[in-house]
């Protein structure tokens, strides 16, 4: 099993930042993807951003700019740093790492984004 730890989120303010850790442990031999995906309120899971093991990143085209993923594979540790940050950006964001066939997620950690 692999469990996974998020943190970083919280309330900022339009135009402000924020960054998201999420951290696996347990039996992490063998992850290779990890990444963020959001759900809104009434609204499906998206996908936010991915990053393979030797760093190859993959984007929603919206938010292309203003989110960047990074990965530290020392600490087995995935982050989101959000820049530009829109109130239309509110939800719950949730750390997924794949691990050969199987994939695990996060219990996810609140971004809001309210003046």
């Known amino acids: 099993q692999v469990q996974l730890v998020e943190s970083g989120g919280g309330l900022v303010q339009p135009g402000g930042s924020l960054r998201l850790s999420c951290a696996a442990s347990?039996?992490?031999?063998?992850?290779?993807?990890m990444g963020w995906y959001r759900q809104a309120p009434r609204k499906q899971r998206e996908l936010v951003a991915t990053?393979?093991?030797?760093?190859?990143?993959n984007y929603a085209d919206s938010l292309k700019g203003r989110f960047t993923i990074s990965r530290d594979n020392a600490k087995n540790t995935v982050y989101l740093q959000m820049n530009s940050l829109k109130p239309e950006d509110t939800a719950v964001y949730y750390c997924?790492?794949?691990?050969?066939?199987?994939?695990?997620w996060g219990q996810g950690t609140q971004v809001t984004v309210s003046s």
């Open positions: 990053i393979t093991t030797n760093g190859i990143t």
């Open positions: 347990g039996s992490i031999f063998g992850i290779n993807l």
């Open positions: 997924r790492v794949n691990k050969l066939v199987q994939v695990y």
